[in-house]
């Protein structure tokens, strides 16, 4: 059995077989579950809701892809990557996704994907913070993520796709190499998912915060999963925080509805309650500025005038131009009593990209053998200390496909083998600790949001600590619970041990950017009992923790 979870007197339960288990049905799930179905594996694909109900469908920026028109190309793409990566990108690894971004989108579109067109008939292409170029296409205004669900999941009837079913645990060989997945079904039968190859494509982790872009079922599984199996994980104190997130009280919790960065592509501003610019000569690109920067700039305003919003000012765009271009903002702000064309919206920052995630490849291999990874839930190197403005769903496609390909070569060379899991990793349903959700979520928010401290770090660890508790994992809650145990403990050890500030992770108590000690990954793994702890990189170089695409991988140390 990986750490972490011990066995109850539970049976095993039911046994199913396959080449490749797929955990997620966003856009990298479907995109490798499809691609690994082509290449004639035997495909199975968990998810713990409906189909399509992950991250994907709320998207609504688009794709970030180099095109000709402007001048644009993959170098000037790969450069506002790596700047806004703040020093920790791999730039192989950004050359190698972005260089894939035009044939993934074509292979999309081929698929059925449906993007829109520009005056000229081409596509029709936006701008969003941290880019120097027009290169964001998107579909339906700002309903990108939901186009794309809808054409992956239009070539996916064939699928079995097992719908509400929870990822427990994934099961390993006697000398840890991966042998399936447990998994819990919505009436607390277990089962067993017996493959060679498992592909985590499980989104981010939200659901550590009170207040969040992303939907309920973001709550880190992929990465517990992963840490559970043997795997490392890192760059996860480097959670990207949306600076403009609908408004709607500070009584507002959960899923926040996204007040889309296109909207400041199309000429929106922010202002205070006075109407001061925030953003003018605080970056050259001002409103457009990367992500951290501008949430960071928002939460300073917030705190010198004692307001926990500000308001974003579109009102330059009359009421059919908006609805046509942000239809689902444009909703959301009507559901709220707003209407952007005569109003600022107010908005907030709230958790939205981990920019870290399990260590992986650019083809979705980890140092586990039989266990890959893909979209949100990895870190490839793409993104280092913050994300640009939609790379996130261009990198779930390219990778996505790279990742079922990697299986089905692995399979072919003979690399990975079906083999029976250890008798002591073969739990129906296990116990594991799991801390107070809301109390987690809170302390998360207080002490692990924008602007952190030790002392608030610690202060969160402790009470979280205190919270734990042993349960069995007879429910989706009670696992859910155990995986943000484990990722919170792994957030903050990681935002702990980097006492510097850098993209997307600003610690009041170390503002400057410290390149001698920190330009480098910090990574994540489980010690004998469990716990979260950090693992020093051998050298201060990027990345951190390479892995070869070939095997054998060897884990870093």
């Known amino acids: 059995m990986s750490a972490g979870l011990r066995p109850s007197t539970a049976q095993s339960g039911w046994v199913a077989t396959a080449d490749l288990v797929v955990v997620g049905t966003g856009v990298a799930g479907l995109t490798a579950a499809l691609e690994a179905r082509g290449h004639g594996l035997r495909v199975l694909v968990v998810t713990k809701t409906g189909a399509g109900e992950g991250n994907t469908r709320w998207a609504q920026g688009g794709i970030a892809v180099a095109g000709r028109a402007g001048g644009d190309s993959v170098a000037g793409h790969a450069a506002d990557t790596v700047t806004a990566g703040a020093g920790l990108c791999d730039e192989a690894a950004v050359r190698s996704i972005l260089?894939?971004?035009?044939?993934?989108?074509?292979?999309?579109?081929?698929?059925?994907?449906?993007?829109?067109?520009?005056?000229?008939?081409?596509?029709?292409?936006?701008?969003?913070?941290?880019?120097?170029?027009?290169?964001?296409?998107?579909?339906?205004?700002?309903a990108t993520g939901a186009e794309i669900q809808r054409a992956l999941l239009a070539g996916a009837p064939a699928l079995p796709i097992l719908a509400w079913h929870t990822a427990v645990d994934v099961l390993l060989t006697a000398d840890g190499e991966v042998a399936g997945l447990a998994v819990l079904g919505p009436d607390g039968t277990a089962g067993q998912l017996r493959a060679p190859a498992v592909l985590l494509a499980t989104g981010g982790l939200g659901q550590l915060y009170s207040a969040t872009t992303n939907p309920d079922v973001a709550t880190g599984d992929g990465v517990a999963l992963a840490l559970r199996a043997g795997a490392a994980a890192v760059d996860l104190e480097f959670m990207q925080f949306h600076p403009t997130v609908l408004y709607t009280g500070a009584a507002a919790r959960g899923r926040r509805p996204l007040v889309t960065e296109a909207v400041r592509g199309e000429g929106a501003v922010l202002i205070d309650a006075h109407g001061a610019r925030l953003m003018a000569g605080v970056h050259p690109l001002a409103d457009l500025a990367?992500?951290?920067?501008?949430?960071?700039?928002?939460?300073?305003?917030?705190?010198?005038?004692?307001?926990?919003?500000?308001?974003?000012?579109?009102?330059?765009?009359?009421?059919?131009?908006?609805?046509?271009?942000?239809?689902?903002?444009?909703?959301?702000?009507?559901?709220?009593?707003?209407?952007?064309?005569?109003?600022?919206?107010?908005v907030a920052p709230a958790a939205h990209y981990a920019c870290g995630g399990v260590a992986s490849t650019v083809h979705g291999r980890t140092a586990v053998r039989g266990l890959y990874a893909a979209g949100e839930v990895a870190r490839t190197g793409l993104h280092g200390a913050n994300r640009l403005a939609s790379n996130s769903l261009l990198e779930s496609l390219v990778v996505g496909t790279r990742a079922a390909r990697a299986v089905a070569t692995d399979l072919a060379n003979g690399v990975l083998h079906p083999r029976a899991p250890a008798p002591s990793g073969t739990p129906a349903k296990a116990m594991a600790r799991c801390a107070d959700r809301d109390l987690l979520q809170r302390a998360m928010s207080r002490h692990a949001g924008i602007g952190r401290d030790g002392t608030g770090l610690a202060v969160a660890a402790a009470t979280i600590e205190r919270s734990i508790v042993d349960r069995p994992?007879?429910?989706?809650?009670?696992?859910?619970d155990a995986v943000l145990t484990v990722v919170a403990g792994a957030v903050l050890a990681a935002a702990q041990a980097r006492t510097e500030t850098r993209g997307c992770h600003v610690r009041a108590d170390h503002p400057d950017t410290d390149d001698r000690t920190w330009r480098r990954g910090i990574a994540i793994r489980l010690d004998e009992r469990s716990r979260p702890v950090v693992v020093e990189p051998a050298r201060p170089a990027v990345p951190a923790f390479p892995l070869a695409d070939a095997y054998p991988v060897e884990a870093a140390s």
Request: include cysteine.
């Open 473 to 480: 994992l007879w429910t989706r809650e009670a696992a859910e």
């Open 290 to 346: 990367p992500r951290d920067v501008v949430a960071a700039t928002i939460t300073r305003r917030m705190s010198a005038t004692g307001t926990d919003h500000v308001y974003l000012d579109a009102t330059h765009l009359d009421a059919p131009t908006f609805a046509r271009r942000f239809p689902t903002v444009h909703a959301a702000c009507r559901g709220a009593g707003i209407e952007p064309s005569r109003e600022p919206i107010p």
């Open 99 to 142: 260089a894939a971004g035009p044939a993934a989108v074509a292979a999309l579109r081929r698929r059925g994907a449906i993007f829109d067109r520009g005056r000229g008939g081409g596509l029709a292409r936006t701008r969003e913070g941290g880019h120097s170029a027009l290169r964001v296409i998107h579909a339906g205004g700002d």
